[in-house]
Nanobody, 125 residues
C-alpha cells in the first residue's frame, strides 16, 4: 500500500511558476517510479511527466517540455514538479501516481497503481 499526498497548487498569473510536491508513504519510495498527470475541466486526464527510480531518467509531454521539470528526493520520499512559464492552458487538477510494477509504460494511466487526491492549479491570463 502506498499513500500519496500532493501539495503546492494554487492560483498564479500566466508566466509565473509553481512547484508541486507529492509526499509518499507506505513502501520504500526508491523502489518505484513516479508520474504526474493532470485533468482540465471537461477533458480526460493526461500524462505530464515521469521519473524513474533513481531520478536519472525523465520523460515529458510535448506540451510541457522545456517548461516543467520533474525531480525526486528519495531521502525525503517526495517527488516534485517545477512548473515555469505557466500558461492558462496548464489550468487543471494535477495528480501524482506511483508505478510499482516497473512497467515504465509511463503515458498509460493503467500502468500506475496508486494515485494522490490531486491539487488544483489555476493560471490566469
Amino acid at each position: 500500500q502506498v499513500q500519496l499526498v500532493e501539495s503546492g497548487g494554487g492560483l498564479v498569473q500566466a508566466g509565473g511558476s509553481l512547484r508541486l510536491s507529492c509526499a509518499a508513504s507506505g513502501r520504500t519510495f526508491s523502489s518505484y517510479a513516479m508520474g504526474w498527470f493532470r485533468q482540465a475541466p471537461g477533458k480526460e486526464r493526461e500524462f505530464v511527466a515521469f521519473i524513474n527510480l533513481s531520478g536519472r531518467s525523465t520523460h515529458y509531454a510535448d506540451s510541457v517540455k522545456g517548461r516543467f521539470t520533474i525531480s525526486r528526493d528519495n531521502a525525503e520520499n517526495t517527488v516534485y514538479l517545477q512548473m515555469n512559464s505557466l500558461k492558462p492552458e496548464d489550468t487543471a487538477v494535477y495528480y501524482c501516481a506511483a508505478d510499482l510494477a516497473g512497467t515504465y509504460d509511463y503515458i498509460n494511466q493503467r500502468a500506475y497503481n496508486y494515485w494522490g487526491q490531486g491539487t488544483q492549479v489555476t493560471v490566469s491570463s
